[in-house]
């Protein structure tokens, strides 16, 4: 059991290219969340999914793009990354919303635009 | 949507005393707040949560106490040790939906001094 898992764990992007970030779990878990988080803002929320094939906006949405095709997977695009998007990136996961509270976090995305 | 303001955003304490850390929210709807430790590096982890139907709870060292009218909550960390040392994030979750989304404090900086 992996638990929450996350590719790649680091990567440097120019100004205008485009990336994938995958986010995995092998709970089962319905519900998955990205957010990013940058030095004294703690952790804000990009996108969120609340079952394979759903997707809506978190607080900072712009510049993103998200799919669940995969009850297990959750992916975060970047289509023209921008220096602003510089961050650590974490995916999170739940099982339920109802009984369940606590997310769980993937291990982070350093991602570095120059 | 809802607001967290976290303080303080540093924090140190010498081995063995206690350490407080609030948190105050804006949307009275919020029923759900959890709190976070992050260690350099590492992804946030939950330590202890509580419900808004709840005014205290306590886990060995840790206690968490709501007052919803107010707005505010706070961690209590009594007999720290370094390895207490990490940051630490509120959050706050209303229910949209079928949806969790938490709205987190921008962290405090925990220093535990040997």
């Known amino acids: 059991n992996a638990g929450v898992t996350q590719t790649p764990k680091f990567r440097v992007l120019k100004t205008g290219q485009s990336m994938t970030l995958l986010c995995a779990q092998d709970?089962?878990?319905?519900?998955m969340y990205w957010y990013r988080q940058d030095p004294g803002m703690g952790l804000r929320l990009i996108h969120y999914?609340?079952?394979?094939?759903?997707?809506a906006k978190g607080e900072v949405p712009d510049g993103y793009n998200v799919s669940r095709l995969k009850k297990q997977n959750f992916l975060l695009g970047l289509e023209s990354a921008a220096p602003s998007q510089t961050s650590v990136y974490f995916c999170?996961?739940?099982?339920?919303?109802?009984?369940?509270?606590?997310?769980?976090f993937g291990p982070g995305t350093r991602l570095t635009v120059l | 949507g809802e607001n967290v303001e976290q303080h303080p955003s540093t924090l140190s304490v010498q081995e063995g005393d206690s350490a407080v850390i609030k948190c105050t929210y804006s949307d009275s709807a919020s029923n759900y707040f959890p709190w976070y430790k992050q260690e350099l590096g590492k992804r946030p982890q939950l330590i202890i949560d509580i419900r808004s139907n709840v005014g205290e709870k306590k886990d060995q060292r840790i206690a968490v106490t709501l007052n919803k009218t107010a707005k505010h909550f706070s961690l209590h960390i009594t007999e720290t040790q370094p390895e207490d040392s990490a940051v630490y994030f509120c959050?706050?979750?209303?229910?949209?939906?079928?949806?969790?989304?938490?709205?987190f404090g921008s962290g405090t900086q925990l220093t535990v001094l040997p």
């Open positions: 999914s609340v079952g394979e094939g759903t997707t």
């Open positions: 999170a996961s739940i099982k339920d919303t109802v009984i369940y509270n606590e997310q769980f």
């Open positions: 959050a706050a979750s209303v229910p949209t939906g079928s949806a969790r989304q938490l709205t």
């Open positions: 709970m089962n878990h319905e519900y």
